[in-house]
């Protein structure tokens, strides 16, 4: 696994250790365990002894989109912290014998793939939108060919907002929305593609399992609302007001070249995950499939 020590990773880590799974985990520091391996992705440097064999290979590693105002310097690393680890990991299991390629690998992608969509439905199948996000997602899922030429199936995660107290969209949230001065986003118009925590885990382990699917899928809930509506919300569970809107020229003072990106509106559904298994019992069921019981979830769980 690429990337366990972030926001996702980390849950995901624990999940699939949880279930009796041994977790190798790249690092790019010096190991501090045997459960780690370094590896150099902006060098392309990757022993295949230690993807050879193994069951699967999951990918999330990435700079975080929001984690720094963009500049021309974060907007390279946000780019190359995906495509080197991808291409790495897809170059060496391609390179591998037969016999010995992981079966599977899942590389993190996400909605932005899709660009701003405005109030059009999308899902899988759609092209890839305009923008820096959808740039960043076209080469991203590209880096990958490699594994799949090589007959490796490959899932590409185009994730969505997951929603955790402790990161992801809810946390800068959070301080501002107990203190009385939360409110929506511009307009508030846009499309927000958010998902639990738990739907994103339970999606992703459901993916390792099914070797029936293959290509993008999107991991996102299948009620998206917007910014307005998930405002209220949030408002609403932490019995807070939600009456100070953010304008749009503040969060681009705020927030720079990522602000907008915040204001762009995605209205994607899980295609693939909603038929998955279809009529079968084995398909994918959401256990937070609308916005009130997520952000319970999320706040409380």
């Known amino acids: 696994m690429a990337g366990a020590s972030g926001f996702l990773g980390t849950r995901l880590a624990a999940r699939l250790a949880d279930a009796g799974h041994e977790i190798v985990r790249l690092v790019r520091r010096p190991p501090h365990g045997p459960d780690e391996v370094r590896w150099n992705p902006g060098t392309a440097q990757?022993?295949?002894?230690?993807?050879?064999?193994v069951d699967a290979v999951v990918n999330l590693a990435g700079a975080g989109v929001g984690d720094k105002r963009w500049n021309d310097a974060y907007r390279a690393l946000i780019r190359s912290s995906r495509v080197e680890t991808t291409s790495t990991l897809a170059i060496?299991?391609?390179g591998l014998p037969a016999e010995d390629r992981p079966t599977v690998l899942l590389n993190a992608s996400a909605i932005g793939w899709y660009g701003n969509t405005g109030d059009r439905v999308v899902e899988e199948d759609a092209p890839a939108g305009e923008g820096f996000l959808a740039d960043v997602a076209r080469v991203w899922e590209a880096a990958t060919r490699p594994a799949e030429d090589a007959g490796v199936r490959v899932v590409r995660l185009r994730t969505g907002l997951p929603l955790h107290r402790d990161g992801g969209l809810l946390k800068p949230q959070l301080l501002?929305?107990?203190?009385?001065?939360?409110?929506?986003?511009?307009?508030?118009?846009?499309?927000?593609?958010?998902?639990?925590?738990?739907?994103?885990?339970?999606?992703?382990?459901f993916l390792l399992d099914r070797t029936d699917v293959a290509g993008p899928v999107?991991?996102?809930?299948?009620?998206?609302?917007?910014?307005?509506?998930?405002?209220?919300?949030?408002?609403?569970?932490?019995?807070?007001?939600?009456?100070?809107?953010?304008?749009?020229?503040?969060?681009?003072?705020?927030?720079?070249?990522?602000?907008?990106?915040?204001l762009t509106s995605t209205r994607v559904l899980p295609g693939v995950l909603t038929r998955a298994g279809r009529p079968y019992r084995s398909g994918f069921s959401f256990r937070h499939p609308d916005l009130p019981g997520a952000l319970h979830a999320a706040l409380h769980g």
Not at 46 to 53: K, S, W
Not at 223 to 252: D, G, Y
Request: aromatic fraction near 6%.
């Open 176 to 205: 501002p929305f107990r203190l009385g001065v939360g409110g929506k986003l511009g307009n508030g118009r846009q499309w927000v593609p958010w998902i639990s925590m738990v739907d994103w885990l339970d999606a992703v382990v």
């Open 218 to 262: 999107n991991v996102v809930g299948p009620n998206p609302v917007r910014n307005a509506e998930f405002t209220r919300e949030l408002a609403r569970q932490l019995h807070r007001p939600a009456v100070m809107p953010i304008p749009a020229l503040a969060l681009k003072v705020a927030l720079g070249g990522f602000a907008q990106e915040a």
């Open 92 to 94: 060496t299991m391609a």
């Open 46 to 53: 990757l022993d295949p002894a230690v993807v050879a064999g």
